[in-house]
Each structure stands twice: as structure tokens, then as C-alpha cells.
């Protein structure tokens, strides 16, 4: 099982950047793949990014694409998500999730994930 929380959310004006962090316990998470997904007010959740059970591989959505940076530190069980030259449509509830399986890429697909924090709130002001 995995457990997750995160933090790091907040109001930024567009331009900015913040820093999400997904904190984890459970002792499988440093074999789970992990990603993040936001949803929007009135619109469904969708992916951001992905990072696999490893570290090195990476995915995001196009909307994200060079601004946005997913990381993990399996010593810490800690996995981030870095987000430069934010813009109002980024505004949304962000969650971190783990994957349903272990050892493989990060999916796109949030039905793949069995694992979820509660939310934090990003608000990006223009």
C-alpha cells in the first residue's frame, strides 16, 4: 500500500513558477511508477506528467511540455513536480498517484493508478 500527500500549492501570478511535492510512505513505492494529474474547475482530470518506477523516464502532456519538470527521490519517498512559466489555464487541483503496477513506465491513463493524494490547490493569476 502507498500513501500519499502533497503540498506546494498556492496563488502565483502567470509567469511564476511553483514547487509540488508528493510525499509518500509505503515501502513499494520506490517500485511504482508516478504521476501527476490536475483537474480544473468543471472539467475532468487529466495528466500531467509521469515519472517511471526509477527515476530517469519522463512523460508529460503537451500543455506542459518545457515548462513543467516530474522528479522523484526514492530515498525520500518524495516525488515533485517543478513548475516554471505558469499560465491561468495551469490553474486546478493537482494530484500526485502511484501506480497500480510495479516496475514499469508511468502510464497516461489515470485508471491506472491505484493510489492518490488528497489534492493541493494551484491558482495562477494573470
Known amino acids: 500500500q502507498v500513501q500519499l500527500v502533497e503540498s506546494g500549492g498556492g496563488l502565483v501570478q502567470a509567469g511564476g513558477s511553483l514547487r509540488l511535492a508528493c510525499a509518500a510512505s509505503?515501502?513499494?513505492?520506490?517500485?511504482?511508477?508516478m504521476g501527476w494529474f490536475r483537474q480544473a474547475p468543471g472539467k475532468e482530470r487529466e495528466f500531467v506528467a509521469s515519472t517511471n518506477w526509477s527515476g530517469p523516464s519522463t512523460d508529460y502532456a503537451d500543455s506542459v511540455k518545457g515548462r513543467f519538470t516530474i522528479s522523484r527521490d526514492n530515498a525520500k519517498n518524495t516525488v515533485y513536480l517543478q513548475m516554471n512559466s505558469l499560465k491561468p489555464e495551469d490553474t486546478g487541483v493537482y494530484y500526485c498517484?502511484?501506480?497500480?503496477?510495479?516496475?514499469?513506465?508511468?502510464?497516461?491513463?489515470?485508471?491506472?493508478?491505484?493510489?492518490w493524494g488528497q489534492g493541493t490547490q494551484v491558482t495562477v493569476s494573470s
Open positions: 509505503g515501502r513499494t513505492f520506490s517500485t511504482r511508477a
Open positions: 498517484a502511484g501506480d497500480r503496477q510495479r516496475f514499469r513506465f508511468g502510464p497516461r491513463n489515470g485508471a491506472e493508478y491505484d493510489y
